[in-house]
């Protein structure tokens, strides 16, 4: 267990917690190349939890864009040595957006519901992960939320709904009949989050908001073009593992999902074939083990604008347009 990763320069017998291939006993295994590779060297029923964002094909860094057929095909491999590991009573999160060509938008989810069907997961929840902010687009309405499919192996799965629980809009309702009636109807430890959750990808809101021209600045960013935030892999593995269990990430990027399970003591493995990711994601586990990794803790709510900042007002270029005052008419009068 001891791995000194001379490919990357960097010495990391000081986060000696940190293997480079398949170990029953690691903690964290960290596998620095093709996930193709690596899943041949895992025993079968062996993770309890796979949460991943795959590449979406996007022609991003990491990646050469190829037809979504051969695209898929190649995923589909994937997919099956994924279930062949997976435990008996383990799940799958599978983060997806959509890939888009020549303008025209293919929803990644609906295409990868077929494939996991034809392996034999049972789908439990489609997540919409929504976020409040990204590109303006100018010929279809603004993308605003990705998803997640979250599929069991079987009927017999771990499902744990009290840790990510969120607080109730109306704590104080009571039941109005039957044997329970006079007492209170919720849950003390707050109500279940549902299956759309609002987790900031870039907290640029607040610095927005407040300092007007900051640029974005979330304390997780780093240089990775599609990272997803910590706390939306901690309320997947808080509800569907228990400590202790194995979570693996086959595109572990900058090792988001690793540091959520090392926050939430599970056991935490992941594969990444781009060595530029796999030094930060180092990084960011020592970090972890170290408890300075600067992250949003889980359940911050997402800032709210008060309507008093300076970007809330109407420009006072467009006060004197009567388009732009009808449109403040309609918004302000409804
Ligand atoms: C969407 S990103 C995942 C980012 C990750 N969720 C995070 O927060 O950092 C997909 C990652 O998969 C990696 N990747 C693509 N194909 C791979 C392969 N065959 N084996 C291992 N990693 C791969 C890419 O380099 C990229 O970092």
Redesign the pocket.
Known sequence: MNEILFDYGIDFTDSNEVSSHYDAEARIILYPG???DFLATIPDETVALIMT???YNLGKD??SRTSIEYYLEAQSQVIKQLYRILRSDGSICWQVGNFVDKGEVYPLDVFYYGIFKKFGFHLRNRIIWRFGHGLHASKRFSGRYETILWFTKSNRYTFNLDPVRVPSKYPGKRHFKGPNRGKPSGNPLGKNPSDIWEIVAQDWEKELWDIPNVKANHPEKTD?P???PIELVERCLLALTRENDQVFDP???????LVAAILNNRRAIG????AA?VAIAHQRIRDSLNGVLRHRSIGTPVHQPTGNERVSQIPDEWKDDPEARLFEERINYP
């Open positions: 093709d996930t193709n964002s795959p590449p990491y990646e990775h599609c990272q997803y595109y572990a990027g900058v090792g988001t999902s594969s990444e074939k781009e990711y």
